[in-house]
């Protein structure tokens, strides 16, 4: 059974820095496309990056495209989200998801996704 778990939300203020962690357990993300997502109150789930199986292809929301960073540790089962310079409009539960299929290539639609962790708050105050 596949399970994700993500960590590293909190409270920050605007210009900060967070790292988000998704940790992986039931396979191995080495041949899984992952990805991250996030949800404001009263918003629609949204994309914010993506990284391809085989970890060289990387895409990113037009909106985080240059702060945030995806990543991943094979030997740690985990994938990253490495945000800087947030703003308030940061603010929002990210979640991070995998894809039922393996060796896919980077997607940025929650449809695409199987799987999904439980979410952690990110806040940015002003």
């Known amino acids: 059974q596949v399970q994700l778990v993500e960590s590293g939300g909190g409270l920050v203020q605007a210009g900060g820095s967070l790292r988000l962690s998704c940790a992986a357990s039931g396979r191995t993300i080495s041949t899984y496309a992952m990805g991250w997502f996030r949800q404001a109150p009263g918003k629609e789930r949204e994309f914010v990056a993506a990284?391809?199986?085989?970890?060289?292809?990387?895409v990113y929301a037009d909106s985080v495209k240059g702060r945030f960073t995806i990543s991943r540790d094979i030997a740690k089962n985990t994938v990253y989200l490495q945000m800087n310079s947030l703003k308030t409009e940061d603010t929002a539960v990210y979640y991070c998801a995998g894809p039922r299929a393996s060796l896919s290539a980077t997607m940025t639609t929650a449809s695409g996704y199987e799987y999904w962790g439980q979410g952690t708050q990110v806040t940015v105050s002003s």
């Open positions: 990284i391809g199986w085989s970890g060289r292809s990387t």
